[in-house]
């Protein structure tokens, strides 16, 4: 019989599944035979062939040990002059060359090489066998290159494969291997030397292969896949859009012809995940990305525990959530990276083929992990690792010059970090060397020259070569040369650049290197994929040197960091999961651009930045809750839109609810869905910016009831209230005061109302309340008297940063014959002009009854009782139960679920009960109820019917997040959020007693003679309740509750 080694591609495949599942068959039927007898020696080798098809299917290494064993001895039988050694010899090597592929022990594969050269030398010029064993060398040879990278052995594998090609063939079904097998070491000399031509002949060679494996044969599958990987290699070295789709399509070929169950099905997986990851870093189609992710974890169960690919499948897995972790920002992306290739180290001891790649993959997900948390144990840690990977990788090896950057790379970050020169001196030894190794036309060169270029730029920091910044500047512009517009890391490299012209700049004060600087920035503004994380921050750095320099690209830099910023926010699933990956590209922000907007007269601009970059969280989620009426009302298609749109909205709130994943393939699936009904939307007249940040003649429409009083704090420049109008430009008032002043006197304030309650605390509330008066509001109040807006309006508030946390609404000079704010004006607070105009739009119409319900729980199942709540119930009963259908809900029966229900269920709500804020996870701040807390997380998830209005009588629930309160994350919030128009909340603790007298007095004032309850009459109600008990309660308690919403 013919060798395994060389059958036809079709045989073999065909030979091999057969083989695979005969093993018991085999073992039996040569046992039956006596020792020595021929026909024993042809079923053991059937055998051994047999065990190495299983192996290699299942991934169970014993078989292949065995098999290894079993064709030693049959060698032996068969000594040198034997006319069937040479078959045996390569049947050897065959099983050392698979076994090496699993192991990855370096003496397996130079053992098979020589049984390969031994069989070789058997197989004389016009054996009719010679180009399938001329082959087997070749293709042993390319691994070798591989694992070693000796150019020696690639070069000779080359020519073999060329001299097989030359030589009559069995059968024409063994040229698409023969064709094949060349085209992947050209790919190879390709990545090592960047010849061009290289890569483009594998392509036609591959290609010359697909065509002789026509659709029905059994081995195309190979052939596609081949294919894919070549014209994606192409698209990384030429960008040619093209070539990405076409490998795309050719790996989704190949998938088709591996359905599950068939043994290449996780190669398949892999290889088209890839292909997608490189579109996604090109194009920015989010659902590449998430595909990518899915691919590769369903190739990752196909290697179950055992498996000897499994390794492969944790290594991909874990890059690619390294690579979101850098897009999205996801901490348990990063741990659960690290997690993997630490399992995928266990499976790759020292002696693997691979174990230096998996030893480097390690070390580069824990200095991501440095650069995130900071600790340096980690970063200790991916240095030594990088030094062993790098020893592994002796000189010639493929990987060495990606070694010796990421060595470099982690070594420059603890000198940024410790400031140890001599760990900078070898971080540009190292790079140097890299370079060396990734000649022009390499792929990995843009990397060597620009860790070089930083490298270079820190070292004249340090020494003040002149040279040193010179040649950084130098590297700098070859990186961009090498990186057209469209490249994903064209970003990084031109902020780079502007940063090391600026701080030329800064040394000799060259106007050209200034102006170049900027010009470099300003391409920022025009990129088309996906903004990374690193995007970001060079956007940050634009900022920052355009504000330094006071330069007139100072708010397209505002303008492109929001942009950037909403599309990376858009990448992030709208889950409480991903609160902290929004959190930490959204601080400071948006008041920056606020700030820049008003210093450069562009106050419209100012106004919809603010917007744009504040409550990003809530933004997001509020998506789904959009109201539709105007799109239902426009017309059929309309109508049929937004039917559509609410029910994909709906499905995909309730599919973020139950998921504890970033993302599950419906969750995808619905995402496009919805996305394509949102670009339908904008295409009908009037609805061309349906969801997008909304412009300043939108956001005017908050002050149809009154003026809305933006007050900012910017942290490095100005602080400023602008006073929006709805029918005429809005009014810039400068205020006299810094963020430092504002910051500690938030400090101070924080700490006083820990402290309400005892003997000295008034005077200094006061004396706060005069700040506030003399510095914000007393200007704001001159220019609202200018604007003719009378004594006894309404007004509203909506603070920025460290102001959120101050009573503006109770601001005064507190001394006789002088009038406070609230003698003034009538106060009510709005997170946001968006949030404020939703609320005016959520007019229910419904003319049936009024639901309302008062839940009290003076019982909770932790914390102190509260006496009063069964009195304050009673009043509220008292005041609305003739006006509305009213429900009562308290002790026992106002439990989590029963107060979800009745959020569901009524259009107003009373809730009295302790209220406890969670400044570290807002989202777990709550209502204490008899069985349990109340998060903000559970109120989100409610669908109320048509809400109107809800009185939050606790402590606490405007209190937010610590470090981003522009997020405003706390219970009166979360309340709005699920459509309540109308909310009292408290900025602090409130007293029981004084609890129920303030509601007495607000129900009193509320319900009028018309039969109806409004809520746009609860601001004066507040106002009015709270100017009756001026008297009778202290001072904290009269300003404690405030009025958010219409």
Known sequence: MLPASVLSADKMEECGAVFADKVEEFRAVSQSFPSGHYLRVVFLSALAVSLGERSKRRGIPSDLDEAIELHRALLLLRPTGHPERRMYLCNLAISLGDRFKQGGVPSDLDEAIELDRAALLLSPPGHFLRSGYISNLAIKLGVRFRQQGMLPDLDEAIELHRAALLLPLPSDSYLPGHLGT??????????????????????????????????????RFASLNNLGISIRERFEQRGVVSDIDESIELHRAALLLNPPGHFNRSSSLNHLANSLTERFQQRSILSDFDESIELHQAALLLRPPGHSDRYESLCNVAASLLFRFKQRGIQSDLDEAIKLNRAALLLCPPGHSDHSMVINNLAISLKSRFMQQGVLSDLHEAIELHRTALLLCLPGHPDRSTFLDYLATSLHVRFIQQGVLSDLDEAAEFCRAALLLNPPGHHGRPSSLNGLANILSNRFEQRGVQSDFDEAIELLWAVLLLCPPGHSNRPMYLGNLARTLNYRFKQRGMPADHDEAFKLYLQLSHISHAPSLSDLGVADSWIISAEEANHSSALVAYQTRLKFQD????????????????????????????????????????????????????????????????LSQSNDTGAALAEKFKRLSLRLRNAFDQSTEDKSPQIRQLTMQWNDVVSRIRMLPDFSRFLLPPLFSELQKAAEEGPVIIVNCS?????????????????????????????????????????????????????????LWDCIVEPVVQALRVSNVHPGSRIWWCPTGELTLFPLHAAGPYEAKRDNLSHIYISSYTPTLTTLIRARQQVSRDASPQHFVAIGQGKPDRGKALQCVAPELAVVAQHVAPVAAFTSLSDSHATVQAACDALSQNQWLHLACHGTPNRKQPFESFFAMRDGPLMIKDIIRTHCKNPEFAFLSACHTTVGDEYSPDELIHLAAGIQFCGFRSVIGSMWSVDDDVARQVVSAFYRNLVDGSGRLDCTRAAVALHKAVKSLRKKIPLEQQIVFVHIGV
């Not at 085209?183 to 065509?211: C, M, P, V, W, Y």
């Not at 494996?213 to 081995?219: K, V």
């Not at 100012?606 to 990003?616: F, I, S, T, Y």
């Open 715 to 771: 942290l490095f420049y100005s602080c400023d209230a602008l006073i929006i109008f709805s029918a005429k430009d809005p009014v810039h008032v400068p205020l006299d005061i810094e963020w430092i002043e504002v910051f500690e006197l938030s400090r101070e304030f924080q700490s006083l109302t820990e402290q309400f309650g005892s003997s000295d605390y008034q005077q200094k509330l006061v004396k706060i309340l005069r700040k």
């Open 567 to 630: 599309q990376h926010v858009a990448l992030l699933s709208p889950s409480l999961q991903h609160f902290d990956a929004v959190k930490k590209v959204t601080s400071l922000f948006a008041t920056g651009a606020f700030s820049c907007g008003l210093r450069r007269g562009s106050l419209k601009t100012a106004v919809e930045l603010m917007e744009q970059g504040r409550a990003v969280f809530w933004t997001q989620l509020a998506r789904f809750r959009t109201p539709l009426d105007e």
């Open 182 to 219: 060349l085209a992947t070491n050209l790919q190879l000399r390709f990545q090592r030397q960047g010849i061009l031509s290289d890569i483009d002949e594998a392509i036609e060679l591959h290609k010359a292969a697909l065509l002789l494996h026509p659709p029905g044969d059994s081995h």
